[in-house]
């Protein structure tokens, strides 16, 4: 069934937060399409002295023909992480995905002659620096699609015209031509990626699993400050095809998940149409279903354009609440942010938010009714 085979390895998850990479969804699923075998790993857990042996062991197990990098962040939001370099040392949950990330291409490069190739959202954002600071073979922009389309050529030194690529030269970085990829038209999921996700969170369940990321939507039209999406997702919005988002889901269900994080931007950043279509196809799939096997589901959602009527059919469906970013009530503040709220429709938009009142669905869960008081926390503190 497959050409050929590649070890992808992250390096940069958080200790004090651990989340089962997307990208061990992602890049697989796009691998396969091009007959080609990822083999992940997920190097949490692991001291970085024992890195070198644990690698060589991945290596002798699988044969790849290739090592790839994920970096998914480059920083941290935690005060304590940003201290001296003596609390670096001593505290064994400061995130550095950057170090992190720096000290497994040194471990690799002494351990393997095999090319190493880096990509991920967090390099996307600082592709042209971090290929500087890393010194990869290969850097990835944005989607794996062309990579994997042109593997024998990459993997055999031919980098020219290959789209998303980076490569030094002659020790003069080149950056290819970039594109923005459209979501996968098939289905991500697997019951071998379903096996080994689920296997994550056993082996870290705190705070554990909370929904299987399921993409929906890629890019964004607006240029939040805050947001890197435009950067390397584009801001052209591609949705993906309704039919594929709701193959993963009876993939997920069928292996007894029913809790799914819809993946975007936003899930209405040009209007409701597709975001109400998709709440439409999961409330006949619902329907369809035996009580334990029917979904809830979230996600991040632009409130100004959901009016009550757009409420009822988003909660009629298993919605358990998006999340949005509110950074200013000052319209001064929001300009300077370039987000999209101003406070004559922001406003409006927070009471209809705050008075709304959902008929659960007979399928509610504890944990859904966890979700509803925190709804209830946050009107509350709106009012």
Same mark, same amino acid.
């Given at each position: 069934?497959?050409?050929?085979?590649?070890? $992808?390895?992250?390096?940069?998850?958080?200790?004090?937060?651990?989340?089962?990479?997307?990208?061990?969804?992602?890049?697989?699923?796009?691998?396969?399409?091009?007959?080609?075998?990822v083999?992940?790993?997920?190097?949490?857990?692991?001291?970085?002295?024992d890195?070198?042996?644990?690698?060589?062991?991945?290596?002798?197990?699988?044969?790849?023909?290739?090592?790839?990098?994920?970096?998914?962040?480059?920083?941290?939001?935690?005060?304590?992480?940003?201290?001296?370099?003596?609390?670096?040392?001593?505290?064994?949950?400061?995130?550095?995905?950057?170090?992190?990330?720096?000290?497994?291409?040194?471990?690799?490069? *002494?351990?393997?002659?095999?090319k190493?190739?880096?990509?991920?959202?967090?390099?996307?954002?600082?592709?042209y620096?971090?290929?500087?600071?890393?010194?990869?073979?290969?850097?990835?922009?944005?989607?794996?699609?062309?990579?994997?389309?042109?593997?024998e050529?990459?993997?055999d030194?031919?980098?020219?015209?290959?789209?998303?690529?980076?490569?030094?030269?002659?020790?003069?970085?080149?950056?290819?031509?970039?594109?923005?990829? *459209?979501?996968?038209?098939?289905?991500?999921?697997?019951?071998?990626?379903?096996?080994?996700?689920?296997?994550?969170?056993?082996?870290?369940?705190?705070?554990?699993?909370?929904?299987?990321?399921?993409?929906?939507?890629?890019?964004?039209?607006?240029?939040?400050?805050?947001?890197a999406?435009?950067?390397?997702?584009?801001?052209?919005?591609?949705?993906?095809?309704?039919?594929?988002?709701?193959?993963?889901?009876?993939?997920?269900?069928?292996?007894?998940?029913t809790?799914?994080?819809?993946?975007?931007?936003?899930?209405n950043?040009?209007?409701?149409?597709?975001?109400l279509?998709?709440?439409?196809?999961?409330?006949?799939?619902?329907?369809a279903q035996?009580?334990?096997?029917?979904?809830?589901w979230?996600?991040?959602?632009?409130? $100004?354009?959901?009016?009550?009527?757009?409420?009822?059919?988003?909660? *009629?469906?298993?919605?358990?609440?998006?999340?949005?970013?509110?950074?200013?009530?000052?319209?001064?503040?929001?300009?300077?942010?370039?987000?999209?709220?101003?406070?004559?429709?922001?406003?409006?938009?927070?009471?209809?938010?705050?008075?709304y009142?959902?008929?659960?669905?007979?399928?509610?869960?504890?944990?859904?009714?966890?979700?509803?008081?925190?709804?209830?926390?946050?009107?509350?503190?709106?009012?």
């Open positions: 069934m497959y050409k050929h085979k590649v070890l $992808l390895l992250n390096a940069s998850n958080m200790a004090a937060y651990p989340v089962y990479p997307y990208t061990f969804i992602q890049v697989p699923a796009v691998a396969r399409q091009a007959g080609i075998q083999v992940c790993k997920d190097l949490l857990g692991i001291p970085q002295e890195w070198g042996t644990a690698i060589q062991a991945l290596i002798e197990l699988h044969g790849p023909e290739m090592i790839l990098i994920t970096l998914r962040n480059t920083d941290s939001f935690v005060l304590k992480d940003y201290e001296s370099d003596k609390a670096k040392q001593t505290d064994g949950n400061g995130y550095f995905p950057i170090e992190s990330t720096q000290a497994l291409i040194t471990c690799l490069r *002494a351990v393997t002659h095999l190493i190739a880096i990509g991920g959202f967090g390099f996307s954002l600082l592709a620096e971090l290929m500087h600071y890393f010194r990869p073979d290969v850097g990835m922009f944005g989607g794996a699609e062309a990579f994997f389309s042109n593997f050529a990459i993997r030194g031919h980098y020219a015209g290959i789209a998303n690529l980076l490569y030094f030269q002659a020790d003069q970085l080149i950056q290819n031509p970039y594109t923005f990829e *459209a979501p996968l038209a098939g289905p991500e999921y697997t019951s071998q990626v379903i096996e080994e996700m689920m296997a994550f969170y056993n082996a870290f369940p705190s705070p554990g699993f909370d929904g299987a990321p399921v993409e929906v939507i890629r890019g964004c039209s607006h240029v939040c400050v805050f947001c999406v435009p950067h390397v997702k584009g801001r052209q919005v591609q949705y993906r095809h309704l039919a594929a988002v709701m193959a993963d889901i009876q993939i997920l269900v069928d292996q007894g998940i809790r799914i994080y819809m993946i975007s931007a936003e899930l950043p040009d209007g409701n149409e597709f975001m279509q998709l709440a439409d196809r999961i409330r006949a799939f619902n329907a035996a009580e334990g096997q029917r979904i809830t979230y996600g991040a959602n632009y409130l $100004l354009t959901l009016e009550p009527e757009a409420y009822e059919r988003l909660y *009629a469906s298993g919605f358990t609440g998006g999340l949005f970013d509110i950074t200013a009530l000052d319209d001064r503040n929001a300009r300077a942010m370039h987000t999209p709220y101003r406070n004559q429709t922001l406003l409006k938009a927070l009471k209809t938010y705050a008075q009142r959902k008929i659960q669905p007979a399928f509610m869960t504890e944990r859904k009714k966890n979700g509803l008081q925190g709804r209830r926390q946050r009107r509350r503190a709106i009012r």
